[in-house]
């Protein structure tokens, strides 16, 4: 249902979260389950889940952890090693509450320092999951430190991603948190696969990491770029295309190890997240796309089925907190101390 100031839509879910472990899993979980009714769970952990074991016990303790009336669903992933065994992706295919595998090249972000060093040494699981239908989810950002910042996406794209499509064409692939106008054309032009945009890369540009001053919370990876890509990237969310679906990227870091002279990457969205995604929408005039990328086109790539509650968003105006808690340090939300006009009313 859609007027000018209330949408009613299908409970959303979201395809791309990390939820930590312990205290920060319990402080951050009740955001997402307001709002989500599932959502694909990073493995980077310290150590990462790397196992279907791992992901069993991990999926327990998020389970525990779902607040009293809150329906939510753990979608879980393996984190992908040199050492991974085509066996454990077999395992993993066969144990039904892991649904993809996650590609962190080795160093590009947080806690990916046990990620591949080498995509070559992957093809012998590459092959068991293309011949399972298991997705493969990609950070697509290469490493090497003479690739500027800004561009390590589009070169991710022309030394990994169309050798690895052309080598593995049925293999399912998630191309994660896209962030320029090629990755867009890209996802467009490819067959097999789909991509997620986050809140941050849809409502912001590079401008905002230095606007005044150096804005730490505004730094994730990959890092925001220019104008011109938001505006692709927003045209893509917006154009009702099933290739392009929600997935936040959600990263909890403590306000400690953000304002630090080595901050960490990431954006904290969880709380707010469909709120800052109808805010997107509108101001583009397509709130009667969100429906779409929210909650149809995630499930539908991963062959699940859609969900059957709703969700209700109103236009009024409310205040980003400041600062939410975590662990006695602080939390930092996107576009904290700021005014935002959606605000989720219901969730039935
Ligand atoms: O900004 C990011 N934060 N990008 C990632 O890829 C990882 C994430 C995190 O785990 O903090
Ligand atoms: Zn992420």
Known sequence: MLNSSIITIRKPDDWHLHLRDGEILKAVL????RQFARAIIMPNLKPPIRSVADAAAYRKRILAAIPQGHQ????MTLYLTDNTSPQEIRAAKSAQFIKGIKYYPSGATTNSDLGVTDMGKCNGVFEV???VGLPLLLHGE???HRVDVFDREKVFIEKYLIPLQSRFPNLPIVFEHITTKDAVQYVLAASNL?????PQHLLFNRNSLFQGGIRPHFYCLPI???EEHRLA?????????PRFF???DSAPHTKQNKENSCGCAGCYSAFHAMELYAEAFDSVDALDRLEGFASFYGPDFYQLPRNTTSLTLTKTTWRVPDELGLMGSGLIPLRAGEDISWKMMESG
């Open 224 to 226: 925001l770029k220019r």
């Open 129 to 131: 999951m293309e011949a």
């Open 72 to 75: 939510f669903e753990p979608l």
């Open 30 to 33: 009740p955001h997402t389950t």
């Open 233 to 241: 990237l927003l045209q893509a969310a917006t154009s009702g295309s």
């Open 194 to 198: 789909a991509a997620t945009i986050t």
């Open 246 to 248: 929600l997935g936040t």
């Open 142 to 144: 290469v490493t090497d």
